[in-house]
């Protein structure tokens, strides 16, 4: 199966030349993507796949249930270096729809050490627990504490020193919170996003898809 993989890539690879001889001259001369993705990093769920983009165009943060620790400092340096270096415009973070991350943070299980990177997802469904108790059927619950929980990383990221100086020294960059659904491959905009100038969206929630 390895073998196979790199069979792909040698076809991706001439497939890419023959369409344009200087694709990849192009590509290793400069990296200057407008958007930072933080995305989770469920296989099914490929930026450049699902937004259309082509390789080096989306600069892309992955983890377990697309969290924003504020102590990361995986995390902070690619915002840091996303932001300061490659001056991207838009920082999109994206969740999904069946989550694995957002279910097992809520199924009662012991699941290891795992268990501590999935707390502010707890933290999301007790805070916003009046509302989440009057959706009927756990996969709509699970799936609106996967909207809520991207709001709350917007904002958390919003927080940072790091996107809190580049807005000071007048930084044109903006957090956008998206949600894609695995079953319809559509990604929905929550409107509940921050720039330096202004928040969209309601505090503490954000718009149904």
Not at 51 to 66: K, S
Not at 67 to 86: I, K, Q
Not at 159 to 167: H, N
Not at 193 to 209: D, F, I, K, P, Y
Request: proline share 3%; hydrophobic share 40%; aromatic share 6%.
């Amino acid at each position: 199966m390895l073998k196979d993989l790199l069979h792909h890539n040698v076809r991706w690879a001439t497939e890419k030349r023959e369409e344009d001889p200087n694709y990849f001259r192009r590509l290793s001369a400069l990296q200057r993507p407008e958007y930072l993705w933080i995305g989770c990093s469920d296989s099914r769920v490929p930026a450049n796949v699902i937004t259309g983009l082509e390789p080096g165009e989306v600069f892309v943060h992955r983890n377990i249930a697309n969290l924003v620790h504020r102590g990361d400092m995986n995390l902070l340096s690619v915002v840091e270096f996303a932001v300061e270096t490659l001056e991207v415009r838009h920082i999109i973070v994206c969740g999904h729809y069946g989550c694995g991350g957002v279910r097992s943070a809520l199924d009662g299980h012991r699941h290891g050490i795992v268990d501590h990177w999935l707390q502010p997802i707890r933290d999301v469904a007790e805070a916003n627990e009046q509302e989440l108790t009057i959706i009927e059927g756990k996969e709509p619950r699970l799936d609106r504490i996967s909207e809520l929980s991207v709001v709350a990383q917007v904002s958390s990221l919003a927080r940072t020193p790091i996107i809190q100086s580049a807005w000071a020294r007048g930084k044109d960059v903006a957090i956008h919170g998206w949600i894609y659904g695995l079953s319809d491959g559509l990604i929905r905009d929550l409107e509940c996003g921050a720039t330096g100038q202004e928040t969209s969206g309601r505090a503490g929630g954000c718009a149904h898809a």
